[in-house]
């Protein structure tokens, strides 16, 4: 894919990732690879590139790798999906989803346009599948960014510093699992 990507050929890449078969690695990041640049195009330009990587994932089986692919596609500007690979949630399943998983909407409302009020207008699923992912991700880290702050269970003493640390800790993993299961139970097919 960087060769053709360094020599402009746009039609050579499409071509290359539509005769290998699709997997996981390889496959996955050349199509990544085909909408980043996609992502940085406009017009006819971007169209001649984006409508045949779209035909090519909507061909493959895999649904998983399909759904990862959009995903991919979308955190770099394109939108590869019209509703034929996530499911199209409205405003009232996110709110559902956000009091089942006991998450704030408003943090997700930073990132990605919400019609908070109306409950029957659709909202971009794969941005708030990607909010929610990068908040899971974020609040892990941080956890163990705490962990790592702790001594060793061995050493005897325990300072009430120490216990507060590790109590946010376990707060933020807890969060980071809310926030994973807001985002697997939007982007899950089905209601």
Known sequence: MNFYKHRGE???AVRAVRAR??????????VGSLTQVAGQLRGRDRMRVEEPV????LDVTDRNL??????DA???GVDLDRGEVLPGRTMGDIRRYAFLTQTDLAIVQKYVK????????????????LV???????????????????PDEESGLVHPYQKEISARAEWEMDQSRRWGAFAKAVEKTGT
Do not use: C, Y
């Open 54 to 57: 779209r035909e090519v994932v």
């Open 66 to 71: 399909q759904t990862e692919i959009v995903l």
């Open 132 to 150: 929610a992912r990068a908040l899971s991700h974020h609040r892990r880290r941080r956890a163990h960014r705490f962990w790592l702050e702790l």
């Open 10 to 12: 746009m039609r050579g």
């Open 74 to 76: 979308r955190r770099n």
């Open 114 to 129: 919400l019609p908070i009020l109306d409950f029957h207008r659709r909202v971009d699923t794969a941005g708030v599948v």
């Open 21 to 30: 078969k699709p997997e996981r690695l390889r496959w996955r990041s050349a």
